[in-house]
């Protein structure tokens, strides 16, 4: 076979193969994006304590999240979005398409970032949810934790990850694990920010005055735990200029 | 460059490609009989795997990445290549390996011969693609970090070889249930030395 | 084989019914072959992944198969190899944005692994040996029969990680609470790493204790 042959034989295959992946990628693309939408919306509903399914997730989040707030570094409000009227009450970035990972990086090496939060009001319950990210044993892990209008008790939290091990530290995306949070606090009687970590051995390890800030850890998860624990206080962290405005 | 240190020693004994992955299980089967041969591929795995790692990280940064091409044209922030990732990684590999054995035939033709013929081996061993889809899913700050990776994760691959081909000439000298004898038991001694990598777990890093 | 004879040669004769049956016992891709095990122990921790992840496999298997029977007699030999390549690396990118699209979940579950179907030893174990010189049909049934050997091997761990592992299958709670009550415990060693190499073991180990003649000389 001539190489002339062989040139055209691999032109041919790679516009081929060019056009027949881009036209599945351009075709597939919106439904993979409206499934990360869903699976943040889900996050951040069941952090109030919700339980929405994949297909109510997005009307639910219509009706229960009434505001998404960005903020910047000093704890400013530099954009609120409205969810009823679907307008900006001011700036022009949602919290939801904030990308807390690429923020989290940009603050690591010193750039400008901004923060997402989101404003949960429902009959009587009025939340403030604060996404975290962080990392665990084998990868990523993150969640939503939220505070209730005293900016310190906690209403509810969940976390998630993608490949914690099983029965170990996979344990952080089960309600037992992340029920045990309702009601702990994140600042100590000074207002100083203490944060909520897992307690390796279970809370009742803690002195008495400090259990309001532990909950139990998942045993033999220790490394999941701690993580989960970093993961709070770090970000919780970078909240608390805003949480104590 | 802390950071880099951590990732190299993790790479070898935590997140080791055998051992907590199974990546490159076919070669490191096949071609475990002997220790002198599980130096030769273990080496070349190294070698592949520190040039091919920095240059999918460098691929992946500026053209895969969502909006990596505004180098470019600022036009270009919209274009998400990503999902030509895999077909590009495995491009560069099997280009890279290509042209590190033509480099090596040329100018060193002692190491050609030990070497050589493992080379073609490596484009489709998995610890070299893996290498590069974990360098972009752990999304690694800089260069430096996708080195030390690409080191890390070779050597601990390196070392997974070795030892089980140390094991294996040795234990042609036990007497072996027939039907586990090989094969089997190789996959049962890597278990076991995989429990033993586990304790490593442990080191705060 | 004259022309007749050829015609006569059912779908399913005799001749491509072993082409599935083989592989699924004494040619078995994982356990005697020696293929195709990198990607297929880490995603078995549970049986959910361990099952889309064969299906995956079967499919891209399968497939390449049959692309590549097509293309036998056009392929460049000097290129071969990056043509298998391309052809393989091209269908797992549409298994893993049609998994991205529709099975969002498993797919974070499966990450790199999807990928690494590419370098799958099976994939161009089987293009070389097979597809490349067999006709479409036969080399869809080897794909198949393969990908059927890796997958029964996969959701047989991924069955006994998760069951005695985590006490679930597929998400759903199997043994029940008043067990754990009673004293029993999840062994939390079948879900770690090392766990899947020593299941492995003794699968192959059963395997050729029930078939004298896969025994190895060493």
Same mark, same amino acid.
């Given at each position: 076979?001539?190489?002339?042959?062989?040139?055209?034989?691999?032109?041919?295959? @790679?516009?081929? @193969?060019?056009?027949?992946?881009?036209?599945?990628?351009?075709?597939?693309?919106?439904?993979?994006?409206?499934?990360?939408?869903?699976?943040?919306?889900?996050?951040?509903?069941?952090?109030?304590?919700?339980?929405?399914?994949?297909?109510?997730?997005?009307?639910?989040?219509?009706?229960?999240?009434?505001?998404?707030?960005?903020?910047?570094?000093?704890?400013?409000?530099?954009?609120?979005?409205?969810?009823?009227?679907?307008?900006?009450?001011?700036?022009?970035?949602?919290?939801?398409?904030?990308?807390?990972?690429?923020?989290?990086?940009?603050?690591?090496?010193?750039?400008?970032?901004?923060?997402?939060?989101?404003?949960?009001?429902?009959?009587?319950?009025?939340?403030?949810?604060?996404?975290?990210?962080?990392?665990?044993?084998?990868?990523?892990?993150?969640?939503?934790?939220?505070?209730?209008?005293?900016?310190?008790?906690?209403?509810?939290?969940?976390?998630?990850?993608?490949?914690?091990?099983?029965?170990?530290?996979?344990?952080?995306?089960?309600?037992?694990?992340?029920?045990?949070?309702?009601?702990?606090?994140?600042?100590?009687?000074?207002?100083?920010?203490?944060?909520?970590?897992?307690?390796?051995?279970?809370?009742?390890?803690?002195?008495?005055?400090?259990?309001?800030?532990? @909950?139990?850890?998942?045993?033999?998860?220790?490394?999941?735990?701690?993580?989960?624990?970093?993961?709070?206080?770090?970000?919780?962290?970078?909240?608390?200029?805003?949480?104590?405005? | 460059?802390?950071?880099?240190?951590?990732?190299?020693?993790?790479?070898?004994?935590?997140?080791?490609?055998? !051992?907590?992955?199974?990546?490159?299980?076919?070669?490191?089967?096949?071609?475990?009989?002997?220790?002198?041969?599980?130096?030769? #591929?273990?080496?070349?795995?190294?070698?592949?795997?520190?040039?091919?790692?920095?240059?999918?990280?460098?691929?992946?940064?500026?053209?895969?990445?969502?909006?990596?091409?505004?180098? &470019?044209?600022?036009?270009?922030?919209?274009?998400?290549?990503?999902?030509?990732?895999?077909?590009?990684?495995?491009?560069?590999?099997?280009?890279?390996?290509?042209?590190?054995?033509?480099?090596?035939?040329?100018?060193?033709?002692?190491?050609?011969?030990?070497?050589?013929? !493992?080379?073609?081996?490596?484009?489709?061993?998995?610890?070299?693609?893996?290498?590069?889809?974990?360098?972009?899913?752990?999304?690694?700050?800089?260069?430096?970090?996708?080195?030390?990776?690409?080191?890390?994760?070779?050597?601990?691959?390196?070392?997974?070889?070795?030892? &089980?081909?140390?094991?294996?000439?040795?234990?042609?000298?036990?007497?072996?249930?027939?039907?586990?004898?090989? #094969?089997? &038991?190789?996959? &049962?001694?890597?278990?076991?030395?995989?429990?033993?990598?586990?304790? !490593?777990?442990?080191?705060?890093? | 084989?004259?022309?007749?004879?050829?015609?006569?040669?059912?779908?399913?004769?005799?001749?491509?019914?072993?082409?599935?049956?083989?592989?699924?016992?004494?040619? *078995?891709?994982?356990? $005697?072959? $020696?293929?195709?095990?990198?990607?297929?122990?880490?995603?078995?921790?549970?049986?959910?992944?361990?099952?889309?992840?064969?299906?995956?496999?079967?499919?891209?298997?399968?497939?390449?198969? $049959?692309?590549?029977?097509?293309?036998? *007699?056009?392929?460049?030999?000097?290129?071969?190899?990056?043509?298998?390549?391309?052809?393989?690396?091209?269908? $797992?990118?549409?298994?893993?944005?049609?998994?991205?699209?529709?099975?969002?979940?498993?797919?974070?579950?499966?990450?790199? +692994?999807?990928?690494?179907?590419?370098? *799958?030893?099976?994939?161009?174990?089987?293009?070389?040996?097979?597809?490349?010189?067999?006709?479409?049909?036969?080399? +869809?049934?080897? %794909?198949?029969?393969?990908?059927?050997?890796?997958?029964?091997?996969?959701?047989?761990?991924? +069955?006994?990680?998760?069951? +005695?592992?985590?006490?679930?299958?597929?998400?759903?709670?199997?043994?029940?609470?008043?067990?754990?009550?009673?004293?029993?415990?999840?062994? %939390?060693?079948?879900?770690?790493?090392?766990?899947?190499?020593?299941?492995?073991?003794?699968?192959?180990?059963?395997?050729?204790?029930?078939?004298?003649?896969?025994?190895?000389?060493?």
């Amino acid at each position: 076979m001539s190489n002339s042959y062989i040139f055209r034989y691999a032109a041919i295959m @790679v516009i081929l @193969v060019a056009v027949i992946l881009s036209s599945a990628a351009m075709i597939l693309k919106p439904l993979q994006d409206k499934n990360i939408a869903i699976s943040k919306m889900r996050g951040i509903l069941e952090a109030c304590n919700l339980q929405p399914t994949a297909e109510d997730a997005v009307p639910m989040y219509e009706t229960y999240i009434a505001r998404e707030v960005v903020i910047d570094p000093r704890g400013e409000e530099i954009s609120i979005y409205d969810m009823k009227s679907k307008q900006f009450i001011t700036g022009n970035t949602r919290a939801f398409d904030v990308n807390l990972k690429i923020q989290l990086k940009r603050k690591a090496a010193g750039e400008d970032y901004i923060l997402p939060l989101y404003m949960y009001i429902n009959q009587n319950d009025t939340l403030l949810v604060i996404p975290v990210q962080g990392r665990g044993l084998w990868g990523p892990i993150y969640g939503n934790i939220a505070l209730k209008t005293d900016r310190n008790t906690i209403g509810g939290a969940r976390f998630f990850h993608d490949k914690e091990t099983p029965g170990l530290g996979a344990e952080i995306d089960q309600h037992w694990f992340s029920d045990q949070f309702k009601g702990k606090q994140i600042f100590d009687e000074n207002g100083k920010f203490i944060s909520v970590r897992p307690i390796k051995g279970g809370v009742g390890k803690l002195p008495e005055n400090q259990r309001i800030h532990g @909950v139990d850890a998942i045993s033999g998860g220790t490394i999941t735990s701690n993580g989960l624990g970093n993961m709070i206080e770090d970000v919780m962290g970078i909240y608390v200029v805003y949480l104590t405005k | 460059m802390q950071e880099s240190i951590n990732i190299f020693i993790k790479s070898i004994f935590i997140d080791n490609m055998i !051992f907590a992955y199974f990546l490159g299980m076919c070669s490191y089967l096949a071609v475990s009989k002997s220790v002198k041969t599980a130096v030769g #591929l273990g080496i070349a795995v190294i070698f592949v795997q520190v040039i091919t790692v920095p240059v999918n990280y460098l691929l992946n940064k500026y053209m895969l990445t969502p909006g990596a091409l505004t180098w &470019i044209s600022p036009q270009l922030a919209d274009v998400d290549l990503n999902f030509l990732s895999f077909i590009m990684f495995i491009a560069v590999i099997a280009s890279i390996v290509q042209l590190v054995e033509m480099i090596i035939e040329k100018f060193s033709p002692a190491l050609y011969n030990s070497l050589g013929i !493992f080379l073609p081996l490596i484009a489709v061993n998995c610890a070299i693609l893996g290498g590069s889809l974990f360098m972009q899913e752990w999304e690694f700050e800089n260069f430096g970090q996708t080195v030390a990776f690409g080191l890390g994760s070779g050597i601990g691959w390196a070392l997974a070889i070795i030892a &089980i081909a140390a094991i294996r000439e040795k234990i042609r000298y036990s007497a072996i249930p027939g039907p586990l004898r090989g #094969l089997g &038991i190789s996959f &049962i001694l890597t278990g076991l030395m995989a429990i033993a990598f586990m304790s !490593f777990l442990g080191i705060k890093l | 084989m004259s022309k007749q004879q050829k015609e006569r040669e059912s779908l399913f004769s005799p001749r491509y019914r072993k082409l599935i049956r083989n592989p699924l016992s004494i040619e *078995n891709p994982i356990t $005697v072959q $020696v293929l195709g095990i990198c990607s297929a122990l880490a995603v078995t921790t549970k049986l959910k992944p361990a099952f889309v992840m064969a299906l995956s496999v079967t499919v891209v298997v399968a497939l390449a198969n $049959v692309v590549i029977s097509l293309l036998r *007699n056009g392929i460049p030999p000097r290129i071969r190899i990056i043509v298998q390549l391309t052809v393989v690396a091209a269908l $797992v990118i549409l298994v893993d944005q049609v998994l991205k699209a529709f099975v969002y979940d498993v797919s974070k579950q499966l990450s790199v +692994f999807v990928g690494l179907i590419i370098t *799958n030893c099976i994939l161009m174990g089987r293009l070389e040996a097979f597809a490349m010189a067999n006709k479409p049909w036969p080399a +869809f049934l080897d %794909g198949i029969g393969n990908g059927l050997g890796y997958s029964w091997i996969l959701i047989a761990l991924g +069955f006994f990680r998760e069951l +005695f592992g985590n006490g679930t299958l597929w998400g759903y709670r199997i043994i029940p609470q008043s067990f754990y009550e009673a004293g029993y415990s999840n062994n %939390g060693l079948l879900i770690l790493p090392p766990a899947a190499l020593i299941l492995v073991g003794t699968i192959i180990w059963i395997q050729r204790s029930r078939n004298r003649s896969l025994i190895e000389e060493y």
